[in-house]
């Protein structure tokens, strides 16, 4: 059967066993990656897989069952587990099947021409960028990784109160890691582009960036431990915005586990400094009409020249707070809460600054280009982080010396409040379920650990 026949089905067999409200949410992905190795393919893959989410409203309670089959067979199965999950249930906040908003928006996030790029002509840009890599410098030793990955994707919700919506997307990646040597020292950093058109994937700038940014790093020393000034890099600032992003979840706040509960309203941010959530943004590569519970998305100021005006709520968060859903719904299934296209700009167009005046105004400070250990350095609930850092000293106003073995540490909450200056450099990082973005920082104060 059709998926459109499938949906129908398990709706109405989902009513005939009793289910008060029932929704369907139905996600086909297909992903095609290569990674090139000495001018050879080195790996290869490509997967198509769909699943089908349920969740439906059972004498009060919602229960919720997920399946990748499409059949007769998984129609009965998706309602019985969801019957036998809702009967387990303890919480009694209110359950909702959204019955739609008034208007959607039209946000195009899907490319056909890009479906028409061939693997053929994928892997010979892996090969391409692979060889230019290695040419861009003589101190370039090999190229530890070259790979182009992409990927497109539909979404379905369909439920009982006759609420259809529909999105598809697509995206192209293409990195590069170079290794490059000199006077017994090595270096590697990352560069990569995602875009919806395969002509503005250029080879020669993408190695130019990874090689630049790879013999910025070689030969880094520690510095003094101290409290300084530091710039971090956009990427820097949009992984650290990436790790702490929970903390602007309604739900989180409302478990305790953010310290933004009940700070609606109130200055936790430096003013120079405004953090938006757009689902809406054109070029965005997590923009989308609606969220995983059907709700039409917005655009969103969550902190407003250092003034947190909202957290993000889906339906039931925005019921316990006496508020409207933000539109922040992720996944199917029980709807967790995330941003979509979050990142940071500076309060009052106009007041970016480049990066040669961050400079200047730190004086003497580090230019962070570098965290590793993300993953265990950071504690998303207090704000804390303690991280291995590598960058470059700033001296006189000036870029000096490489800067490694030495680690960072600061709370982001207090980060948040020490930012200085905003840049006019605004970058967003290689999306994933959402996309996280921010121009370099100037932050005032934070705890180098050196020598």
């Excluded at 989902?14 to 990656?33: I, L, N, P, Q, T």
């Excluded at 490059?180 to 950093?189: H, I, L, T």
């Excluded at 709700?295 to 909202?310: D, F, H, M, P, Y």
């Excluded at 993000?312 to 508020?323: M, Y």
């Amino acid at each position: 059967m059709t998926t459109q026949e499938f949906i129908n089905t398990l709706l109405a067999r989902a009513k005939s066993a009793g289910f008060s409200a029932a929704e369907a949410h139905y996600v086909e992905r297909d992903s095609f990656a290569v990674r090139v190795q000495d001018g050879e393919i080195d790996n290869y893959a490509v997967n198509k897989t769909r699943s089908i989410s349920f969740r439906g409203i059972y004498q009060g309670k919602m229960g919720n069952a997920a399946s990748e089959a499409l059949d007769e067979a998984a129609i009965d199965l998706l309602v019985d587990l969801a019957k036998e999950n809702a009967m387990l249930i303890e919480d009694e906040a209110e359950q909702f099947i959204f019955a739609g908003s008034e208007s959607y928006q039209t946000v195009n996030c899907y490319e056909p021409e890009l479906e028409k790029i061939t693997p053929e002509e994928k892997i010979a840009f892996a090969r391409e960028l692979e060889k230019v890599t290695l040419a861009a410098d003589p101190r370039v030793a090999q190229v530890q990784n070259c790979a182009v990955t992409s990927g497109s994707s539909q979404e379905i919700i369909a439920n009982s109160t006759g609420l259809y919506l529909s999105h598809q997307a697509n995206q192209i990646t293409a990195g590069v890691v170079p290794v490059v040597r000199e006077a017994g020292m090595a270096a590697n950093e990352r560069a990569s582009k995602t875009t919806r058109n395969f002509a503005e994937l250029d080879a020669p700038a993408l190695a130019a960036k990874a090689v630049q940014k790879s013999l910025r790093a070689l030969g880094g020393e520690p510095i003094p431990s101290a409290l300084v000034d530091v710039v971090l890099e956009p990427e820097i600032a949009a992984s650290l915005l990436s790790s702490f992003s929970s903390i602007f979840s309604a739900d989180a706040a409302q478990k305790g586990r953010s310290l933004y509960k009940g700070k609606v309203g109130e200055m936790v941010a430096a003013p120079c400094l405004t953090l938006k959530d757009d689902p809406l943004m054109p070029e965005g590569f997590s923009s989308r009409p609606f969220d995983s519970e059907g709700v039409a998305v917005q655009t969103k100021e969550v902190i407003q020249a250092g003034r947190l005006t909202t957290l993000l709520h889906n339906l039931q968060t925005a019921a316990k707070d006496g508020v409207a859903s933000t539109g922040n719904a992720a996944s199917g299934g029980r709807a967790s809460i995330a941003p979509f296209n979050f990142y940071i700009t500076a309060a009052e167009p106009g007041t970016e600054k480049s990066k040669e005046e961050l400079y200047a105004a730190v004086g003497e400070g580090l230019l962070v280009t570098r965290f590793d250990g993300m993953n265990a350095g950071v504690n998303p609930i207090s704000g804390d982080f303690s991280l291995s850092t590598k960058g470059v000293r700033i001296q006189n106003g000036k870029l000096t010396t490489p800067v490694a073995q030495v680690t960072l540490a600061g709370n982001f909450y207090n980060l948040l409040q020490q930012v200085a200056a905003v840049g006019d450099d605004l970058t967003f990082n290689s999306p994933s379920m959402a996309s996280f973005g921010c121009p370099s920082l100037l932050v005032k104060g934070l705890s180098i650990a050196g020598k």
